[in-house]
């Protein structure tokens, strides 16, 4: 294992800044130049993840055509995001794949790895660690995980005092810190995961004792080892509150492994940050990237679209689509539009991130073969969602004084799909950023790692050329994504579509 997390790969050598200030020195472009030098601290590029646009696909938007520019992304260049589709590259491979590149006997290293993510997380599991947890949940019943992951993560912090060589640093073995990353990550997943089980047990029975919820816990937690369980296994039972089935495992497991990669949203940028500033403890960089991820408006905000959806339940169908349509006007529509691709338009082709796509396919899937059955009020929701999807997008808002001019369309990013699939399957709403918090914590590793060699943070880092793809004629994903869009701009999308089947 020593030998296999020591593996540090080499910084990217591709420095556009650089590279353009000689260029306009050479041309005797002085301002040119001095303006490009404030940006010299930037660092070269990243090895770890390119998204260009690969695809370019039609579908039908109220009788107009529109062309979807769909970004998919590669990491190191090695793993092409239709890999995971296909079900050649899983968790294990991504996480080892972002932290290590390709080094000589990676399936060994892979089986390693994979051994030691379930052993952090499983002994974070044992009985005192339970029983903490469920004295905990009893005092303050109904909060997210991330409270409880923060709590236990200061005790931990508290606890362990300053050791003279801990925290992120650059004089730091990068095989012991990551070593002490995934330790502290692992447990925090563990913590998060059970507080939320317990918070379900305390829905169905608020007169449970402490020792009850413990107890409990320690039972279903025994049950999911019996069947052979991995931790992140263990977990999707953990966030859905009973034992995952295989069509509930399988949606959740593309989301979290699709999630992993590293990438320039707000958390990402937090943990680079705090990797530069060299944090005094491990514990702060995880709570401090897991408090951006959770805010009110991370790039699309789990949150906020739980809040909107709520708001609009209490309106008529006339009210709801004129407040969807002020909200895109106002730029505040929570999980549609993105800050650094083009994701809206009023013409007839925009970026489109197919991550919403990738996460409601198999629930479409499961629905359809019978595995998933949707309650009146989860349709009620994914009803409103859908409405926003057909609002935003197929319909698209036109502005006061200009409608002569095309509608504005935007187009959904991660957050609506992760939104609509946690809907579908149940999850609690404080629970619906614990998945990308678990997943997206290997890609805060992979950022610290890299941002201790390049020493410098901002919020797009241009990829490496070597790593960025062709354009690709593989229709996995175009394919999905078109299928998907036609299926949700359908009636009743969430009810199953099975032939003989009421619509």
């Known amino acids: 294992m020593d030998t296999t997390f020591s593996v540090l790969p080499p910084a990217p050598d591709y420095n556009p800044v650089k590279q353009a200030v000689a260029r306009a020195e050479e041309l005797g472009e002085k301002t040119i130049a001095a303006t490009l030098g404030y940006f010299s601290t930037m660092p070269s590029s990243t090895d770890i993840i390119a998204n260009p646009v690969l695809y370019h696909t039609p579908v039908d938007c109220n009788g107009t055509n529109i062309t979807l520019d769909i970004r998919s992304f590669t990491i190191r260049g090695i793993i092409p995001e239709h890999d995971i589709l296909r079900g050649k590259a899983g968790p294990i491979d991504v996480i080892f794949t972002g932290l290590f590149s390709e080094p000589e006997g990676a399936a060994a290293g892979k089986e390693t790895l994979a051994t030691f993510l379930d052993q952090q997380f499983f002994e974070n599991t044992s009985d005192e660690r339970v029983e903490q947890i469920g004295e905990f949940v009893k005092k303050f019943p109904g909060l997210g995980p991330e409270v409880a992951m923060q709590h236990f993560a200061i005790l931990r912090k508290a606890t362990e005092g300053r050791p003279e060589n801990s925290g992120i640093h650059d004089e730091r073995d990068a095989g012991e810190l990551l070593t002490e990353m995934i330790a502290c990550h692992m447990d925090n997943v563990a913590v998060g995961g059970i507080s939320a089980y317990l918070n379900y047990l305390m829905v169905a029975k608020p007169e449970s004792s402490e020792s009850d919820l413990a107890a409990a816990a320690k039972e279903f937690i025994a049950q999911e080892v019996s069947q052979g369980r991995n931790a992140f296994q263990v977990s999707y039972s953990l966030i859905l509150g009973h034992h995952a089935n295989d069509h509930e495992s399988l949606i959740l497991e593309r989301m979290g492994t699709i999630q992993i990669h590293h990438g320039s949203a707000g958390s990402n940028m937090v943990a680079r940050y705090m990797a530069t500033l060299h944090t005094l403890s491990v514990s702060d960089f995880f709570t401090a990237s897991q408090m951006a991820l959770d805010g009110a408006r991370h790039f699309g905000a789990i949150h906020d679209m739980s809040d909107f959806v709520q ?10 689509a004129a407040r969807i349509r002020e909200k895109v006007l106002s730029g505040g529509l929570p999980t549609f539009g993105h800050p650094e691709i083009s994701a809206a338009g009023r013409g007839n082709q925009v970026q489109q991130d197919p991550r919403p796509a990738i996460y409601i396919a198999p629930v479409f899937d499961a629905i359809d073969a019978g595995e998933l059955t949707l309650t009146p009020a989860q349709q009620d929701r994914l009803a409103i969602a859908r409405l926003i999807y057909m609002t935003a997008f197929v319909q698209g808002v ?38 990308t918090y678990i997943f997206r914590g290997f890609g805060w590793m992979m950022d610290a790692r890299e941002q201790l060699q390049q020493k410098m943070i901002r919020p797009v880092i241009a990829p490496n050329p070597k790593i960025v793809p062709k354009e690709s004629d593989d229709n996995t994903i175009p394919d999905l994504v078109s299928r998907v869009h036609a299926r949700l701009s359908s009636d009743n999308p969430f009810s199953s579509q099975r032939s003989g089947s009421q619509r």
């Open 311 to 320: 708001e609009l339940e209490g309106l008529t169908v006339e009210e709801r």
């Open 398 to 435: 036109l502005k006061p004084q200009r409608e002569d001019e095309p509608p504005l369309r935007l187009t959904a990013n991660t957050d609506f799909g992760a939104w609509c699939v946690q809907e579908a399957l149940g999850i609690e709403e404080a629970d619906r950023t614990l998945l």
